[in-house]
């Protein structure tokens, strides 16, 4: 799209526009940095940098035991560091081969759950500010602050919750507890009808998002997009349907799909799976059975307090497990990934039998999405690479990591 | 386009339900807390500053300098000094925590096999330098006294001082009824 008036007079010379946006800028939703270069409106060419959030995290888990290395997972995704947390423990267990009680596998479903809910109520809330719908930033914080008392409740933070342990969790779950979050599913759908009658026939919403940032089926997956960024192409991929951790496969769901794979599709799914978390979350506190929340796994959990107080071989066995981490941990590679909110998050170990892993490397939904972006950009206006921004729910400590 | 369509778009239909929505919350009480003026209380066992645990008994700390706290910590910011005393027991002499590095995770608490160390729900604290944050062993055994006062930190210890064996129990039938009257 030139500028036709320049195209007719050979005597204004035109050129592209180069405009560096970020790394300080509210709508990167982080510290990501674009280099634009633009013709008029029109984004010609759009390449990201990242690393202004890089923190080691990958280097830090080589000297740190299996054990320690799980507030660091709080901090990648820190909109969903319940995710994080849930994903890294799951990942070692099956490197640990533990198995969990049923309680642990509930209470865990039940906390995933909340977390996507929570982390999809933010991206709704700083989209819609992106794109410009204030009120709906408003309500969704009204929300997201229950769900945040109810971490803090539970285990005594909001945002870095450090809740799941290897093995089992940090604590169990009171009844008084329960029955406030299933209060909370009571009320929690009407909510979401609050912010769809604010912006889902909104026609300013609708032209900023309908048939913008369009990527079909086939690229998507070739862009290896995953999460609610794939599932608006209509891919039907979801890691909780393939592989098996939690109990998704005792309670009744839908993966939520789009069509067009544009903006506006996987807006939509991200509000569907609102609907499909509540439910999942009812029907985890409705069948919830009583038992322990540790596993019987004593190489690679710590031993009970009382025992700790009363037994020696008990009391020995809590001090090595701290000071040197579990020494038991098979030699091997291993790569397992969960569906966290944002898409597949991933964790591969390599152990060399030791406590601390030799390498452990995340696979973030997030530096994949950012890597896509230029390709949704590209051929747009300058406006629409908010929305785009918004569209793929990107959160930088966990792309920098 | 229907008719129904049309005067939808003439009339502004969805925005005006929207605006109605917001109508309606601007005669609601507010949600937000006047932070300053207004405290929310934190819930028990939220995690914030440390404290000491100090003996009823002796009027010391109960920390025995084991040092497993530290070795627990994954941001190893606890530091422990410790000699031995007259009758060769060991002392702790310094007992520090250099609270800006701080992750609050209460590791530490978990790994203490004494029960000697809690968070405490005190989380408003700041400061013009870093020597501020840098808690040595008599201010937190003063946090415990200022904030796990009277029952509170015996409760604490009771309720979060955590694995317990109950964890590990075997599991009982589930108890069916209580979640289907639900
Ligand atoms: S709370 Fe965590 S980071 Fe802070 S001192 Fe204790 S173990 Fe270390
Ligand atoms: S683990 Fe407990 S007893 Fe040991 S040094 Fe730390 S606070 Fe003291």
């Not at chain 1, 984004?43 to 035991?65: D, F, M, Q, S």
């Not at chain 1, 093995?167 to 759908?189: C, I, R, S």
């Not at chain 1, 796994?297 to 107080?309: I, R, S």
């Not at chain 1, 590209?378 to 918004?390: K, L, S």
Request: hydrophobic fraction near 35%; charged fraction near 25%; proline fraction near 5%.
């Amino acid at each position: 799209m030139n500028n036709s008036n320049s195209d007719n007079n050979p005597a204004i010379a035109t050129k592209e526009l180069t405009l560096n946006m970020g790394p300080q800028h509210p709508a990167t939703h982080g510290v990501l940095r674009l280099v634009l270069d633009l013709n008029g409106e029109t984004i010609v060419k759009c390449t990201p940098y990242v690393g202004y959030l890089h923190r080691g995290v990958e280097k830090l888990a080589e000297n740190r035991n299996y054990m320690q290395i799980l507030p660091l997972t709080d901090r990648l995704d820190y909109i969903s560091a319940m995710s994080n947390n849930l994903g890294y423990c799951v990942a070692v267990e099956k490197l640990f081969d533990i198995e969990l009680p049923e309680r642990t596998e509930y209470i865990r479903t039940i906390v995933g759950e909340l977390s996507r809910i929570v982390n999809h109520l933010l991206w709704l809330a700083t989209h819609a500010l992106d794109i410009g719908a204030m009120t709906v930033f408003l309500y969704c914080f009204r929300e997201r602050e229950k769900i945040l008392d109810l971490f803090e409740r539970l285990c005594g933070a909001r945002l870095t919750v450090s809740y799941p342990r290897i093995g089992g969790l940090k604590n169990d779950v009171d009844a008084q507890w329960l029955e406030d979050l299933y209060a909370f599913t009571d009320e929690f759908p009407m909510r979401v009808e609050q912010y769809e009658t604010l912006i889902n026939k909104n026609r300013i919403w609708l032209r900023r998002t309908k048939g913008i940032g369009v990527i079909s089926a086939e690229e998507a997956i070739n862009w290896g997009l995953s999460g609610p960024t794939l599932r608006g192409s209509g891919v039907p991929y979801d890691v909780r349907k393939v592989t098996s951790y939690g109990v998704y496969d005792k309670v009744k769901w839908e993966v939520c799909t789009g069509k067009n794979g544009d903006i506006y599709d996987r807006y939509r799914v991200r509000m569907d799976e609102f609907g499909q978390s509540t439910s999942i979350i009812r029907q985890c506190i409705e069948q919830i059975p009583q038992g322990p929340i540790m596993a019987d796994a004593p190489k690679f959990t710590l031993p009970a307090k009382d025992k700790v107080l009363t037994d020696m071989e008990h009391l020995i066995h809590h001090f090595v497990l701290i000071t040197k981490g579990p020494q038991t941990a098979p030699e091997g590679e291993l790569y397992v990934s969960t569906e966290v909110p944002k898409g597949e998050l991933g964790f591969f170990f390599v152990s060399d039998g030791t406590g601390k892993p030799y390498r452990m490397r995340v696979r973030s939904p997030s530096f994949v999405h950012v890597s896509a972006l230029p390709r949704l950009c590209e051929g747009e206006f300058v406006a629409d690479i908010i929305a785009n921004i918004g569209s793929i729910d990107i959160v930088l400590g966990e792309c920098d990591r | 386009m229907t008719v129904n369509e049309l005067i939808k778009k003439v009339f502004f239909i969805e925005i005006l339900q929207g605006l109605a929505l917001t109508l309606k919350h601007l005669f609601k009480p507010a949600v937000t807390i006047q932070y300053p003026a207004e405290r929310k209380e934190p819930f028990a066992g939220s995690r914030g500053l440390h404290a000491l645990v100090r003996d009823s008994g002796t009027g010391r700390e109960k920390c025995v300098g084991c040092g497993l706290c530290a070795a627990m910590c994954p941001s190893q910011c606890i530091h422990i000094y410790t000699s031995e005393g007259d009758d060769h027991k060991k002392v702790v002499d310094r007992y520090e925590i250099e609270v800006l590095r701080c992750v609050y995770c209460a590791f530490c608490v978990e790994a203490c096999p004494y029960g000697a160390i809690v968070l405490t729900d005190h989380f408003e604290y700041s400061g013009y330098s870093r020597e501020e944050f840098y808690y040595t062993k008599e201010r937190l055994l003063e946090n415990w006294d200022k904030y796990m006062a009277g029952n509170k930190g015996k409760e604490y210890l009771e309720r979060f001082w955590r694995p317990r064996a109950v964890d590990f129990a075997t599991p009982a039938p589930a108890k069916k009824e209580e979640r289907a009257k639900q």
